[in-house]
């Protein structure tokens, strides 16, 4: 209900995308769908502790103003930009307070992870972002992960975590009707950093400690993101450019290609993130370190084939040559 009156708003105050040949869209798009997003997850949340009676802690205080700092600097970044240093160190900040809110929770254990941590959540917070490039896709893939992680959440009787899923869930949904291919508004940054924030904060409640059948299934579950992302900085890499550069190189934009739909290559990516999700909830449930290690293993090898195909389907021949004697 809130993403056509935010539409409207993103109209009315010229908050919009302008093509720059990164996207698909060849029109002026709005943004500010990220608003939306955010707004629904906080009602829902604040809905739930109102019905319920639950007492609000100061961790969980700590969690969402993360998520609001995490809104703010999306929202700057839209309007007027930001370096990419400086949102590298507010992200970090976001991962601070998230991670030093989930240990003093406890809901995660084992100090040793704590560093790890933060990077895991400022690398999802980018992969989140990285995926908001062609229509439908981020708010899909958070969906399709919010379903595994708060399935798995609520099964561990997790109240918080799963109030947060299942808020982000059926707000990533909401929005996803405006946003299916061709998109009548875009998330923003405003909404990707959020997203992938929440996404980040479920995964380590989901986790809770450092033993790998415990990591296992919400990296099972976030396999796609962190897929695209470590699929651009490795190509982007090798052809010299700034990981930061965007374009149409994404996993999203070369599977596209390859279908030629952009409505086709959203519903492929839906259909992959659930069978991630599916199989994180199988690790999650036999719960036995060989069996993670083997799912781990056998889908980082699916991914890596997978990224090899895409790479040479969608690069021509003589670019790869040019490319070939700097190698």
Not at 289 to 296: E, F, K, R
Request: charge should be positive; aromatic fraction near 8%.
């Amino acid at each position: 209900m809130l993403t056509p009156t935010v539409r409207r708003l993103a109209l009315r105050l010229s908050f919009v995308d302008v093509p720059d040949g990164k996207r698909f869209h060849s029109a002026a798009v709005p943004l500010l769908g990220g608003v939306a997003v955010v707004a629904s997850v906080l009602l829902a949340w604040i809905a739930a502790h109102l019905v319920y009676g639950i007492e609000t802690t100061p961790p969980e205080l700590v969690v969402v103003l993360g998520f609001l700092l995490s809104f703010g600097l999306g929202l700057h970044d839209d309007r007027k930009g930001m370096p990419a240093k400086v949102k590298l160190s507010v992200q970090t900040a976001c991962a601070l307070l998230l991670v030093s809110g989930c240990y003093a929770a406890g809901w995660m254990r084992g100090g040793l992870l704590f560093p790890l941590a933060v990077v895991w959540v400022v690398a999802i917070m980018n992969a989140t972002n990285f995926l908001d490039n062609m229509d439908g896709v981020a708010g899909g893939v958070a969906a399709a992960a919010c379903l595994a992680l708060g399935l798995q959440l609520s099964a561990e009787q997790h109240w918080v975590g799963g109030v947060l899923a299942a808020s982000l869930l059926g707000a990533s949904l909401g929005f996803l009707r405006y946003n299916f291919p061709p998109a009548g508004i875009f998330l923003g940054d405003a909404g990707s950093l959020p997203v992938g924030y929440l996404l980040a904060a479920l995964s380590i409640m989901a986790a809770g400690g450092p033993d790998f059948e415990s990591v296992a299934p919400p990296v099972l579950t976030l396999a796609y993101p962190v897929f695209d992302i470590s699929f651009v900085t490795l190509v982007r890499t090798r052809e010299h450019r700034r990981i930061y550069q965007g374009g149409k190189d994404h996993t999203s934009h070369r599977l596209a290609t390859v279908l030629g739909s952009a409505r086709g290559t959203a519903l492929v990516i839906y259909l992959v993130c659930l069978a991630f999700g599916a199989s994180g909830l199988v690790v999650y449930r036999v719960g036995r370190p060989l069996v993670s290690l083997a799912a781990v293993v056998v889908l980082a090898a699916l991914l890596v084939a997978l990224g090899v195909m895409l790479y040479r389907a969608t690069t021509r021949p003589t670019e790869r040559a040019a490319r070939a004697p700097g190698d």
